[in-house]
């Protein structure tokens, strides 16, 4: 299984790839190969700022010899007009790097920013608010990495990581009480003890059942209302994680947080983001 920084640079070079060809040509004819130059990364909108270090990663790609100097760190709010970071190297570098570097940026800080209001909106409550995996193909690293920096929690990365028990899962098994002696089951025939499992319920009833049976850490509630929510925190009484998700907006957020429940997962985190406007430009 391939690690974090591995899968980054797997998408550094599909990026580079779909980008350059065989070249930048607008670059290679403008500009002298000895050219030297500045470039500054410069923020256009109010946020909280993402992919300082994925940055790095991008330019160190491109060019080991670009000098870059960090003015504001990965995580902090930022207003039009500052500088983020300055770059310094062959200009034809600097100018293959910008848009890579940009479109990453920007969205991870997008992601951040809108994560940020999220959990800003938690703010007294003890309820975080979770990412989901509706990413965007091959970006998922980075982008929950920007809810990380937003302040937000990773909920599982992939498939592989946690067991999390959904609707179709239980249909198809016949029920929640297979599905989740199936999944245990599993678990101790391959060595997978370590892994966290979650079930999604779909009524109070569902709850009283995977209480029955136990061996679950957590119990997602699905499109339940804040007032159902209440009452299902009750019910668990502690005994599992709990967990809302479905439904749920920065408008009905706090309803939820103020239910009881331990994590609040929000799709729209990632997938329905607008990037934060910033730009890279020669000083």
């Known amino acids: 299984m391939k690690t974090k920084d591995e899968l980054i640079d797997d998408l550094l070079d599909l990026a580079f790839a779909e980008d350059l060809g065989d070249g930048d040509h607008t670059t290679l004819s403008t500009i002298p190969a000895d050219a030297m130059g500045r470039s500054r990364l410069i923020i256009k909108e109010e946020g909280v700022l993402s992919g300082v ?21 990965d995580g902090a709010h930022v207003k039009p007009g500052d500088i983020a970071f300055t770059a310094e190297g062959p200009v034809r570098s600097l100018l293959v790097a910008e848009r890579t570097m940009l479109n990453i940026m920007q969205r991870m800080s997008g992601v951040a920013t809108m994560t940020r209001r ?109 007032e159902l929510t209440r009452e299902a925190v009750k019910l668990v009484d502690g005994r599992m994680e709990t967990e809302s998700s479905g439904g749920i907006t920065l408008e009905n957020l706090r309803k939820y947080g103020e239910a009881g429940v331990d994590f609040i997962s929000v799709g729209a985190l990632t997938h329905s983001v607008k990037g934060l406007d910033m730009s890279f430009k020669a000083y």
């Open 53 to 73: 270090e994925v940055a790095r990663k991008v330019l160190a790609k491109v060019d080991p010899s670009i000098k870059m100097t960090v003015m504001i760190e």
């Open 118 to 226: 999220y959990q800003d909106e938690l703010e007294g409550l003890h309820t975080r608010v979770l990412d989901t995996r509706k990413t965007t193909p091959g970006m998922r690293m980075l982008e929950k990495e920007g809810v990380k920096t937003g302040g937000g929690t990773n909920h599982r990365i992939g498939l592989y990581d946690m067991i999390l028990i959904k609707d179709n899962h239980i249909d198809f098994a016949g029920g929640i009480e297979k599905a989740i002696e199936r999944a245990r089951e599993y678990c101790r025939a391959n060595g997978k003890e370590d892994l966290k499992i979650e079930v999604e319920v779909r009524s109070l009833d569902d709850i009283r059942r995977v209480l029955a049976i136990g061996g679950v850490d957590r119990i997602m509630f699905d499109n339940f209302t804040p």
